[in-house]
């Protein structure tokens, strides 16, 4: 069963086991939760990046323009699943790219319904945050990600508003309600 948890060293294991796997990876695309991560490890500066993710969630020492966001790890048993950011409120950039939620899922877990199933697990989160409500983003080119995203309206209502445009990069951006 998928289960989100807080970032911690007791879930570290599940991600080095998954690290591999991750910087072979092509795909480059929203890597934010994953490369600070993977140096904080190399580096061993594991309990200095843990208490930033914290710090995050609180609003401190944020740089100029973020807004606080919680960071989760989505897990199967002691396989790590992925990384998912509720951002807490929204920024001008944020309405056009990146939106409320932002996920990535480690590659052996793709397109297999574990971003649809931790963005669901994520929206329980959103509305405890006190958001009705979630903008979601997704580049045009990602259509396993827009199919969900879509699906995940259906399920719980929202809308579709008109696609962004951030330096050439084009993306589809719906509105997902927090609760059915
Ligand atoms: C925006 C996004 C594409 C960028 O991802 P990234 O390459 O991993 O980079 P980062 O997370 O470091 O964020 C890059 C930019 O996003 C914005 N951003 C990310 N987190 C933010 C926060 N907490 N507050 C404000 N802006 C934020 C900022 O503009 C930031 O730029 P900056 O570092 O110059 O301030 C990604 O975070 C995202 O939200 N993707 C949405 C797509 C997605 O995951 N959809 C769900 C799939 S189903």
Redesign the pocket.
Same mark, same amino acid.
Do not use: Q, W
């Given at each position: 069963m998928l289960k989100l948890v807080k970032p911690s060293r007791r879930y570290l294991d599940a991600f080095i086991k998954a690290m591999d796997d991750y910087k072979a990876d092509e795909n480059?695309?929203?890597?934010? =939760?994953?490369? *600070?991560l993977i140096q904080a490890i190399e580096e061993n500066r594991v309990d200095e990046y843990l208490k930033k993710l914290s710090d995050?969630a609180k609003g401190i020492g944020?740089?100029? =323009?973020?807004? *606080?966001?919680t960071r989760l790890w989505l897990l199967d048993g002691d396989e790590f699943v992925g990384s998912f950011?509720i951002?807490?409120r929204l920024?001008p950039?944020?309405e056009k790219?990146?939106?409320h939620?932002?996920?990535?899922i480690a590659p052996k877990y793709r397109g297999k319904y574990s971003?649809?199933i931790g963005?669901k697990l994520c929206l329980v989160e959103a509305n405890k945050l006190g958001l009705d409500r979630v903008l979601?983003?997704?580049?045009v080119n990602?259509s396993?990600?827009?199919r969900?995203?879509l699906g995940l309206m259906k399920l719980y209502g929202g809308e579709q508003i008109t696609d962004s445009e951030v330096d050439g990069v084009k993306?589809h951006r719906v509105w997902v309600n927090t609760k059915k």
């Open positions: 480059h695309y929203g890597r934010g =939760g994953i490369d *600070p995050g944020l740089k100029e =323009g973020r807004v *606080p966001g950011e951002r807490h920024t950039k944020l790219i990146g939106g939620i932002a996920a990535n971003s649809f963005i979601m983003t997704c580049d990602n396993a990600s827009y969900g995203i993306s």
